[in-house]
């Protein structure tokens, strides 16, 4: 780590690992799994009540209940404006520092957003409500911004978070119960979402996303069976699920430094290169390298090939004739792959130089392409249009398995013979994303 | 076993899963997914406002940049080129500055075992970073997890590169409006390895070959290079 250090900055040079932050974990399962007695076993957490729910759980550790005041029938004060006024006051630190606590508890995410936050935001400024006492679009909007702003204040506190959610089912899927965009959001900034549910008599936690239930696992970890509650094992669960979490994003960035490095050194010897025979040397030594590292190395070596040809045959080309020259002795130069692949280029060179290719006639003629500025351009193709804007109303109907829809079931038709591929050494075809 | 070799791209199992799934409301059809195995693309007619600053993107922007400070983007085949104001690339200049060391446009290739068939999956990664993987998503519309959580894009890619556990997919929203013009918004989502990816690729590896076989298309996934590889 570089020593450069100043209260509130660190300086990280780009090669250096990032070092592990604190992470967010969402935890999600029915009624009565056990999720906030789970959510207990946390490092040393802060329990924050938006949802009655902790007279059930087993283990209890400290927990701050979060109500609503109602007088005369009139909301005076939710929920939330209690939170953040115990946050914005500095009282919060206070409680986090004298008892030092190292995880938050949101319990459960789902009713602090419905039932505490959004009730505060319609109090504060009733366009964010409807006539149905529900939110307005905007009000989803500023939703979704006051709970993102509330996750990154209290992991800026140096804390880990564990959201605990109700869970919903959606085609077929399981999914944290939440509002708006806020599902969305926590999705997003998680580093663990985990599935709680009870498989025979065994309450299982699965972070890894399969087709019936959502899931995040920066950590790789497989299904897990909780232990009981009355296991040693039990009492550290998910302080140890986030440590393990944490080790595995410091290991991911150590790998990526020590990746990064070992690509530059062969970056350097690329660039260094002078002959065809110096970078198809450099090509055979990368055959050696596990597979990310090798892609990187061709790559490289290919985009040196494409640019010493260039500057071989191609700088100073004068007219549409000698670019025409110049496309045909491509294949005469070099093999059948590297012909292709520096057609492409070719064709992206001579375009930047102001020529372009002809296919009716088959030669290389001035470019008389038309500027656009940004606004003018079209957006997108009609067809991407039109299947963003349905979208909205999309409906999964299939199932991802042999039994989906017997409708979408194909039958066989006449064989038809397989059309012949075009060559592709003239023609510049973009390969699809 | 005898295995007959296959050539699968992930653009190919998306549309597949699309079409299955009925995303969209439906929006791709069984013809969308022939033409795909076809390899009958679209021609087309003119370089797009997302297409333009995807060439950005994949490209760098020093390759583009004019000596007034714009960036024409020009795409060989396409009769226009699109002309972005140094604000309007910001985004990217920024994102370029945080992965200096990014190598873009990787070919990735790899084989997989379905059933009776040797499938080659044939990609192109936009860029790795040491072992993470980032992949470029423009659109008009605000994206998130969600569009692409799904997606077997980057399953290919993590199946394909076993030393990566890690794909960012780098959003750009492309808001172009008559009052403020085009404005550019930025936001990342990430997808990890997981238990169960062999898996969940091959299942939709088989489905997509079902589909092949049961149109009589089949042949189309299966060009004469790629008979050398038969077991």
Request: hydrophobic share 35%; proline share 4%; aromatic share 10%.
């Amino acid at each position: 780590m570089t020593d450069f250090k100043i209260d509130g900055l660190q300086l990280i040079a780009p090669s250096e690992p990032i070092p592990p932050k604190n992470t967010i974990t969402v935890i999600y399962g029915q009624p009565g799994s056990g999720k906030t007695s789970l959510s207990f076993t946390a490092n040393n957490p802060l329990h924050l009540d938006f949802d009655d729910g902790l007279e059930r759980a087993v283990g209890r550790k400290m927990s701050i209940k979060f109500t609503s005041v109602i007088e005369d029938g009139e909301l005076k004060k939710t929920g939330y404006e209690a939170c953040k006024e115990l946050i914005d006051s500095g009282k919060f630190l206070q409680l986090v520092d004298q008892y030092e606590f190292k995880t938050i508890v949101i319990d459960t995410g789902g009713t602090l957003l419905d039932d505490h936050i959004a009730p505060y935001l319609i109090h504060n400024n009733p366009k964010y409500g409807n006539s149905a006492g529900g939110l307005t679009l905007q009000g989803y909007g500023a939703l979704k911004q006051e709970y993102k702003t509330l996750l990154r204040t209290i992991k800026g506190f140096n804390l880990d978070i564990v959201v605990v959610c109700h869970a919903t089912e959606k085609d077929g899927k399981h999914r944290p119960k939440m509002t708006g965009g806020s599902l969305e959001v926590l999705k997003e900034s998680c580093d663990l979402l985990g599935y709680l549910f009870l498989e025979g008599n065994k309450r299982t936690l699965d972070f890894n996303p399969t087709e019936s239930h959502f899931g995040k696992n920066v950590a790789g970890f497989k299904r897990l069976n909780i232990p009981h509650y009355e296991s040693e094992k039990y009492l550290e669960f998910v302080a140890n699920c986030i440590r393990i979490a944490k080790e595995k994003m410091s290991s991911i960035s150590e790998e990526q430094k020590s990746a990064i490095n070992d690509v530059a050194e062969y970056k350097a010897q690329v660039e260094q290169a002078e002959t065809f025979k110096e970078l198809t040397a450099i090509e055979i030594d990368a055959n050696k390298l596990p597979t990310t590292y090798k892609v990187q190395v061709k790559t490289l070596v290919l985009e040196k090939f494409n640019s010493m040809y260039a500057e071989m045959y191609w700088d100073g080309l004068e007219d549409a004739e000698a670019y025409t020259q110049a496309l045909l002795e491509i294949p005469e130069n070099v093999d059948q792959y590297k012909s292709r692949q520096l057609g492409y280029y070719f064709f992206d060179f001579a375009k930047l130089k102001g020529y372009t290719y002809d296919k009716e006639n088959k030669v290389m003629v001035l470019d008389e392409s038309v500027a656009q500025t940004a606004e003018q351009a079209v957006n997108e193709k009609p067809a991407a249009k039109k299947a963003t804007a349905k979208k909205a109303t999309a409906k999964k109907k299939a199932v991802p398995k042999k039994k989906a829809n017997p409708k979408k079931k194909t039958t066989a038709k006449k064989a038809t013979k397989p059309k012949k591929r075009k060559a592709v050494v003239v023609t510049p075809e973009i390969e699809e994303e | 076993m005898a295995r007959k070799a296959i050539n699968i791209t992930p653009s190919l199992l998306e549309t597949v899963r699309k079409y299955r799934m009925e995303l969209y409301n439906g929006f791709i059809k069984k013809e969308d997914v022939l033409k795909t195995i076809r390899g009958e693309y679209e021609p087309k007619v003119e370089l797009t406002l997302g297409s333009a600053f995807h060439l950005l993107l994949q490209n760098g922007t020093e390759k583009y940049l004019q000596s007034d400070g714009s960036y024409k983007v020009v795409d060989a085949s396409m009769p226009n080129e699109i002309i972005f104001t140094a604000e309007q690339v910001e985004t990217v200049v920024a994102y370029e500055q945080r992965v200096p060391f990014g190598v873009k446009e990787c070919k990735v290739n790899g084989w997989i075992n379905v059933g009776d068939y040797k499938v080659r999956l044939s990609s192109k990664v936009d860029m790795l970073v040491g072992t993470i993987i980032e992949e470029h998503k423009t659109s008009k519309y605000a994206q998130s997890t969600k569009d692409f959580e799904d997606s077997l894009q980057w399953r290919t890619y993590l199946y394909l590169l076993p030393e990566c556990d890690k794909v960012v997919y780098n959003l750009f929203q492309l808001n172009n409006t008559k009052k403020y013009g085009l404005r550019v918004n930025y936001g990342t989502c990430n997808f990890y390895r997981y238990k169960g990816l062999k898996a969940d690729l091959s299942e939709w590896i088989k489905l997509t070959l079902e589909f092949a076989k049961s149109t009589q298309t089949l042949n189309y996934l299966r060009p004469e290079w790629i008979k050398t590889y038969d077991e």
